[in-house]
């Protein structure tokens, strides 16, 4: 049962548009959320988190929003550029000692 | 800083085989992790350590095992390879287990257990 799901395995946006990255989780303990981006031959690296006490973080052309009562998140990268092509891992945990849960990925090709 | 570093990158082996994924980090991190990435899957915990000698079960853990004899290195040994255990591994570290902290990976170990 996947506790965080990313329902677009793809998405494709023209260069300097808005790119838009989905996440819904199911498990109401978890409290903090992450945003890690992966390219092809590199491990995940951090982007940007929030906790559940914000319903949104920035952090230049990337901003978290978080809806609590959705259970949802999403990952907005404004303006896109080419090199924002990637795949975009969420995941999210709670506040106790457990492990990181990974959504499986969305991969964005941003087009110039 | 290297980070954390893994070898070999790549590594084709034989069903029942045995062998050790290497990770080792250079940032003086308490917390170390395995992960495991099947294609089109996210990344599922195999096993992971708080500590020089403590290691814990993560999410996926048979087939494996795991020890920690310095902060630096923690390898990944697979006994017997199946072919369901093909897949890429990826090791990361954190400083501590403060659930916002981040964790930082190194760039991943592909196997193909044929």
């Known amino acids: 049962d996947q506790q965080v799901k990313q329902n677009s395995p793809s998405l494709s946006v023209q260069e300097g548009r808005i790119s838009i990255l989905n996440c819904d989780y199911t498990?109401?303990?978890?409290?903090?959320f992450l945003w890690y981006k992966k390219y092809p031959a590199e491990g995940p690296t951090f982007l940007i988190s929030?906790?559940?006490?914000?319903d949104k973080n920035e952090d230049g052309r990337f901003t978290v929003f978080l809806n609590k009562s959705a259970k949802h998140l999403s990952l907005h990268i404004v303006p896109s550029q080419p090199g924002d092509s990637a795949v975009y891992f969420c995941?999210?945990?709670?506040?106790?000692?457990?492990?990181?849960?990974f959504g499986k990925g969305t991969r964005l090709s941003v087009i110039a | 800083n290297a980070g954390v570093t893994q070898t070999p990158k790549f590594r084709i082996l034989k069903i029942g085989q045995s062998m050790t994924l290497q990770c080792a980090q250079d940032?003086?991190?308490?917390?170390m992790y395995w992960y495991r990435q099947d294609p089109g899957m996210g990344l599922k915990l195999i096993y992971y350590?708080?500590?020089?000698?403590?290691?814990d079960k993560g999410e996926v853990p048979n087939g494996y095992n795991v020890s920690r004899s310095t902060t630096e290195d923690f390898p990944l040994r697979l006994e017997l390879a199946a072919p369901s255990q093909t897949s890429v591994y990826f090791c990361?570290?954190?400083?501590?287990?403060?659930?916002?902290?981040?964790?930082?990976f190194g760039p991943g170990t592909r196997l193909l257990v044929l």
């Open positions: 990361a570290s954190s400083y501590g287990g403060d659930y916002q902290e981040t964790q930082y």
């Open positions: 498990n109401s303990m978890f409290d903090y």
């Open positions: 929030i906790s559940s006490i914000k």
């Open positions: 995941a999210a945990r709670d506040s106790g000692n457990t492990p990181l849960v």
């Open positions: 940032m003086n991190h308490n917390y």
């Open positions: 350590s708080v500590g020089a000698g403590i290691t």
